[in-house]
């Protein structure tokens, strides 16, 4: 420590306190050249500095012998290996001109983020992209004008963002790095959350794909989205839950299966063009299916029923536009509304006459935003934007629907539209489905008497014996097709998914 007074004396001058070196040291590891001798170099300045930390930056100039000498009896104790930290120590000294070199490249790394972020946030914009397959590929940073051209991926995103952390506490653009992570979360948020939907087959959601300006226009651009997304959700899942539970053929099928179905059968309705993957999935159904019974379903179901619009809607249109007037009703609430939520909107409706679709927009932001709020709270915000809904009674126009739609988010009525058109509803599909099965005769199942019926059975195997196993149990059955179905059986691997299993027990 006596020995090396230009290092200590560099150390507390330019680093000056603990969170600096922190700083410090993480900046010097992202920017230097990722080899072992790099690193280990970075790393000595960081174990000398925490070890001597107390005798660097807690002796005052005018701090008594007996007080210092306490300080370093107790820096000594806390250092396990002294001889190994000394030989690191004389190291980190030696290597000053290094340290010095660093603290002026990161000043220039600190002045370039901040410009980066001030170009990103003047013409930059978010892609969120799903229409490809990659989860990973779906976010993109963009920055297009004369002078600038240039795409941030998200690994590439991510690193924006810790160097912006990094320099969070030096920099005075605040408001800016603020506005920045706060739409970068916003939009991770909503790329998460259009995943689930694709998993469920939403159909607006699928191929999705959005543009979103980095300024505080954009940012209130993706939290209307996301609350219109996280009550399609809820909405949604509902409806398939329901559904799977109403129709037993649905069960046969994924969620994108499903999807796939009800795209390519609108297709074959409207241009008689018949995929060959639907005859392959229909005919898990029914195995003689024929393009002709399809066909008979399909004009079947047009002349029986009115296609639905429920996947279709957007907040306005997915929650019962009248008033509730009993517990009962509260049922309609989306499911990630607690007790307390529900409460609060039966009582804003009856006492206070609120639109209940401005209730449940209310809670969805203050959960978002919010740690606790109350009743008071949610009439406030509720008084505050009552003018963005029509309190009427009655049901809702589809031109009245669509103008509150386009106030939310410009584009959702498009979607929406172009769903109608391009894919059968839920309930077509599932009719059609039930139809194919009931002209397929089901194979009576006769298994051995150690098998519980009604209940699941848990009968261990080795591997190697397991689908000998698995088919000897279909044996005792006295039709001639004794083999399973592909819906009868399920082989697991480390591959199946969770929604394959849900599935099948409700098929069981």
């Known amino acids: 420590y006596i020995y090396h007074p230009t290092f200590i004396i560099w150390v507390k001058d330019t680093l000056k306190d603990r969170q600096q070196v922190k700083v410090f040291v993480d900046l010097a590891l992202t920017s230097c050249e990722e080899s072992d001798f790099n690193i280990s170099r970075i790393t000595s300045l960081r174990s000398v500095c925490n070890n001597l930390a107390p005798l660097i930056f807690d002796v005052h100039p005018k701090c008594s012998y007996k007080k210092f000498m306490n300080i370093f009896d107790y820096v000594i104790h806390q250092i396990v290996d002294l001889e190994n930290f000394l030989e690191t120590f004389k190291e980190a000294s030696n290597l000053l001109h290094i340290w010095k070199h660093l603290e002026l490249t990161h000043s220039s790394v600190g002045k370039s983020t901040i410009q980066e972020l001030t170009d990103i946030l003047e013409v930059g914009y978010f892609e969120v992209n799903h229409e490809n397959e990659n989860s990973d590929d779906c976010i993109h940073l963009i920055l297009q004008n004369s002078a600038i051209s240039r795409t941030y991926n998200l690994e590439k995103l991510r690193d924006l963002q810790s160097k912006i952390a990094l320099i969070k506490a030096e920099s005075t653009a605040t408001q800016d790095i603020y506005l920045f992570t706060t739409i970068f979360e916003r939009v991770l948020e909503l790329s998460l959350l259009v995943e689930k939907l ?83 999935l229909l005919s898990m159904v029914n195995p003689k299916i024929t393009k002709e019974n399809i066909q008979r379903g399909l004009d079947y179901i047009c002349d029986s029923i009115v296609t639905t619009q429920t996947e279709s809607r957007s907040i306005i249109e997915v929650v019962d536009r009248n008033v509730p007037d009993s517990e009962d009703s509260l049922e309609q609430l989306p499911c990630n509304f607690s007790e307390d939520d529900r409460k609060m909107c039966h009582s804003l409706c009856k006492d206070q006459s609120i639109d209940i679709t401005l209730t449940i927009v209310g809670i969805q932001q203050f959960k978002r935003d919010l740690e606790t709020y109350t009743e008071e709270d949610l009439l406030e915000f509720c008084l505050n934007n009552e003018g963005l809904m029509d309190v009427g009674n009655e049901e809702l126009e589809v031109e009245t629907t669509n103008r509150i739609v386009s106030d939310l988010d410009d584009s959702l009525d498009d979607l929406t539209q172009q769903s109608d058109e391009n894919h059968l509803s839920l309930e077509s ?49 006295q039709d001639l097709q004794s083999f399973p179905s592909s819906q009868e059986i399920l082989l697991c691997t480390d591959d199946t998914k969770v929604e394959e299993i849900d599935i099948f027990f409700r098929r069981a």
Not at 214 to 227: D, P, R, W
Not at 255 to 270: A, E, H, P, Y
């Open 198 to 280: 694709k998993r469920l087959g939403h159909i607006i959601y699928v191929d999705y794909f959005k543009e979103f300006p980095c300024n505080s226009a954009g940012l209130k651009k993706l939290e209307t989205e996301i609350t219109i997304g996280n009550t399609i959700l809820n909405t949604w899942s509902n409806t398939l839950d329901q559904a799977r539970q109403r129709f037993y053929s649905l069960n046969i099928y994924t969620n994108m299966q499903i999807f796939v179905l009800r795209r390519d059968l609108k297709l074959f309705q409207t241009q008689n063009t018949l995929n060959p993957q639907i005859v392959h």
């Open 429 to 477: 599909l599932s009719l059609l489905l039930e139809g194919i099965r009931m002209e397929c005769k089901k194979v009576p199942r006769q298994f051995p008497n150690t098998c519980k019926p009604g209940q699941p059975n848990l009968l261990f195997v080795a591997n190697y014996e397991m689908l000998y196993f698995v088919l000897s149990q279909y044996l005792l059955s």
